[in-house]
């Protein structure tokens, strides 16, 4: 992946120079290319993004506290890469600070950013603060119907890569059809389409994981990451700073609910020890 990422960002930067140095190709195949060399950085993040949902998708049969926090991660490294995004829309970089809605807009995804980084670091810790509860049944069938998912998750996966590829490929060509207009936003399709699918999959998981886990903590645990997985699909689809907003607080809201679940699990350990 990494090598994949170096190379796709060499290409992007010839792409860019060849669209900018060549009028037959700037104003033919290359026609829908950004021109701005910092627009280059977009393709190996979208390399790692991508890596990141992989990542994602394969650690579902083994945490599901893990693939929400992955969830997390995902969300913050869009915006980390939308600053140079944002960047590369500045008009004159010697007088950035003059361009005001360009500069708030770098602004704000660098302090979201920051506080996204902060909430994904909460979480990681206090999922190691979890006592985990031995499942009434036994798991091997839960871990096999989660695999069946993470299966499932892949094939749905390649499908939206191939359909974002050539999504930026008909952009980048200047071609219209189904996807004219939208060539420069790579997440248009992928992200929400792929946040919708995990909505479905951690209702599903909520559904299945009950006989197994007949639990009150582990029910509202997990139907708190489903409604904490809806908000940051609403902030994929929704205009800047709102998106930053409801993504923070999407991810604020699992993040109490996983802290709440964490000293809910001490104190039941509490109460089966004076039990015995």
């Known amino acids: 992946m990494v090598r994949l990422a170096a190379a796709g ?14 009028p037959f190709l700037s104003a033919g195949p290359l026609a829908g290319l950004d021109r701005n060399f910092l627009h280059a950085v977009y393709t190996p993040f979208s390399f790692i993004l991508f890596y990141e949902v992989l990542l994602l998708v394969l650690a579902l049969p083994r945490s599901h506290t893990r693939s929400i926090g992955m969830q997390y991660e995902i969300i913050s490294l869009i915006v980390i890469r939308r600053v140079f995004k944002d960047i590369g829309e500045i008009r004159d970089p010697v007088t950035w600070l003059n361009q005001t809605d360009e500069a708030l807009m770098v602004l704000m995804d660098m302090v979201a950013a920051v506080l996204m980084f902060l909430l994904v670091t909460g979480f990681r810790r206090i999922s190691l603060t979890v006592v985990h509860t031995s499942p009434h049944n036994q798991l ?18 390649l499908i939206l890569a191939a359909f974002n590829l050539a999504q930026w490929l008909e952009g980048v060509a200047g071609f219209t059809g189904i996807l ?19 909505i479905f999959t951690d209702v599903f998981l909520l559904i ?18 489903v409604i904490s997985t809806v ?46």
Not at 181 to 190: E, V, Y
Not at 250 to 272: H, N, P, Q, W
Request: hydrophobic letters at 55%.
């Open 9 to 22: 960002f060499i290409l992007h930067l010839l792409l860019i120079a060849l669209a900018r140095t060549v």
């Open 140 to 157: 091997e069938k839960f871990v096999a119907i989660k695999k069946s998912i993470a299966v499932l998750l892949c094939i749905v996966l």
């Open 180 to 198: 004219a207009g939208r060539g420069k936003d790579l997440d248009f399709f992928f992200f929400p389409a792929f946040f919708e699918f995990m």
């Open 208 to 225: 299945v994981s009950i006989p197994f886990y007949e639990r009150y903590e582990y029910v509202i645990r997990n139907a708190g990451f």
């Open 231 to 276: 908000l940051l699909r609403f902030s994929l689809s929704t205009p800047k700073p709102y998106d930053l907003a409801i993504s923070i607080i999407a991810m604020f809201y699992g993040l109490c609910i996983l802290g709440v679940f964490s000293y809910f699990t001490r104190v039941e350990k509490l109460v089966d020890h004076e039990d015995e």
